[in-house]
């Protein structure tokens, strides 16, 4: 498992070092609009995107189901939502629409719960209320969730960083930030890190933590592909994966928990 270049996506080629932040302005372009429509499908008619993005979607992340069920929301062509086993914070998603670029999810008062930005297989923004990020996947997740959970099954079990050693249960905790303890939100990165501008492996990269790197995040969030938390670098907020594969093979985490 040689190599150091910065994890996050089995596809990875990015050889920056240390924490880089870019300046072009292509990045604030980034930031400002998360479009739900990749370059060719810009030409696409707003009838075509309806289509596409339409159908069942799920939010695997426990912390916001109503009980033991998947908290799934369902996107209907004629522009209604429904939603089922989802928690407070999205229980009154009733309609949906496609407005400069994103995805509203809104109440039945047409006021916005959420605004989303991704592509067919994963949808990702923050609620409008409290700022928490949300991540909204097709039921089998998205291509990085199908990479790594294959090469679980090819090794059985997660290596720490670029170590041979499988983790346990202490290194696959997700960290748990408190505005009342912000200690508990304290990680150690295990190897050169992406920071991209979403929870999604196809969002702009921002910049890179280089391994060692003590990291303190505000949010965490789980998704098909593991756990994804939120860091402040200045003034840019940006997403670190925990899990990545290493030349397209090794499943690895790329940071713990910090005891430090």
């Known amino acids: 498992m040689a190599g150091s270049k910065p994890s996050d996506t089995y596809l990875e ?22 479009a739900v429509m990749a370059a060719p499908a810009l030409a696409q008619s707003e009838e075509e995107l309806v289509a596409a993005f339409s159908g069942d979607w799920y939010v695997f992340d426990p912390a916001f189901r109503s009980g033991g069920a998947e908290c799934k929301i369902t996107l209907d062509p ?30 039945g008062a047409d006021q916005v719960v959420a605004a989303l930005g991704g592509n067919q297989q ?12 949300l991540i909204v996947e ?48 304290r990680i150690e990165v295990l190897a050169n890190l992406n920071v991209r501008t979403q929870p999604r492996r196809d969002a702009a990269v921002i910049g890179v933590v280089q391994e060692g790197t003590p990291v303190a995040v505000d949010y965490c969030t789980v998704a098909s592909d593991g756990v994804w938390c939120r860091a402040v670098f200045g003034t840019q907020a940006g997403w670190l994966a925990k899990t990545a594969l290493r030349q397209n093979e090794w499943p690895i985490i790329t940071y713990r928990i910090s005891t430090e």
């Open 138 to 185: 097709r039921a089998e997740g998205d291509g990085a969730a199908v990479a790594i959970r294959n090469a679980l099954g090819r090794h059985r079990c997660y290596f720490i960083g670029f170590t041979r050693s499988c983790a346990g249960s202490d290194e696959m905790a997700a960290p748990q930030p408190s505005a009342e303890d912000p200690s508990l939100g």
């Open 78 to 107: 004629e522009m209604a939502a429904t939603v089922s086993g989802c928690g407070a914070a999205l229980i009154g998603i009733a309609t949906w629409r496609i407005e400069d670029g994103q995805i509203m999810l809104a109440d």
């Open 13 to 34: 080629q990015d050889g920056m070092t240390g924490f880089l932040m870019k300046k072009a302005a292509a990045f604030g372009c980034a930031l400002s609009a998360l």
């Open 122 to 133: 994963r949808i990702t923004g923050t609620l409008v209320d409290s700022g928490q990020g």
